[in-house]
């Protein structure tokens, strides 16, 4: 079972949905923890509920991941602190929605940056504490989209797709030296997440993200490389790609997403 207590976590995207849940979860099992989002006043609220429930000591870092050297300044804040992450839980992330070419570009660029690079960038700079300790948790969020070709949600789904195969590989990777990675990839699950891309679920019973989180800390206890959250179908369609040709797989999709 792993240890949560006196641990300092560090979570991205904690202001809402997954990442909020995260962090109460962590909370009530102990650990102080680094809050880390744009919304200040949501954050603030968020660490004094966790005071008052917790009695967790927590400290937030107002940060837009989509700018450049945003990691770099949440690694060095937390540095200026003195406190050493145990635990990093990289949750921000958002998608935009559209065919291709009608997308903000910006938008998209933020989003790589967000999804991608900030969650390199932080993996890079939290793991050699990490190493030197022979102990550390990181847990990166995907998502089902990872493992299909989802039109309309291309640089969201190959986002994704980056995540998911980025931590595997270091879970391989870093295996024998202390170190635990897990890959987290939800379904639908009922979080702003939809609101944010101005865009229907592909499924129409979204998850709870509380059961999300559920899962995903069950997966931890198992070392597990990734675990595909929701329902039990979203693990049928996770393993689709084995059994049909990659075509096939995006017509299925597209017919998919078309009724919707
Ligand atoms: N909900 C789903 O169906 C679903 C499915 C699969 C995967 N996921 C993944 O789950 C993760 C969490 O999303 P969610 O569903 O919980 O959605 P959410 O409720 O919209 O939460 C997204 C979080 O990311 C933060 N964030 C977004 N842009 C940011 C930026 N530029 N800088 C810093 N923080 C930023 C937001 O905080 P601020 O706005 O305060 O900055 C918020 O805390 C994401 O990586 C998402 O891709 C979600």
Known sequence: MVQFKDKWALVTGASSGLGKIFAEKLAAAGAKLILVARSEDVLKSLALVLKHEYGTQSIIIVKDLSNPNAAQEVFAEVKNTGITVDILINDAGFGTYGHFHTTDL??????IMVNIKAL???THLFLPDMVAKKSGIIINIASLAAFVPIQNFAVYSASKAYVRLFTEILWHEYKNEGIQFLCV???STDTNFFRNAKMKPSQSILASPVKVVDQALQALNKNKTYVVCGPYYNKIYAQL???LTRNFLARIIRAKTKRR
Do not use: K, V, Y
């Open 185 to 187: 990839c939800p379904g």
């Open 120 to 122: 390199t960038e932080l």
């Open 241 to 243: 790609g084995r059994f």
């Open 106 to 111: 910006h938008r998209n660029e933020q989003m």
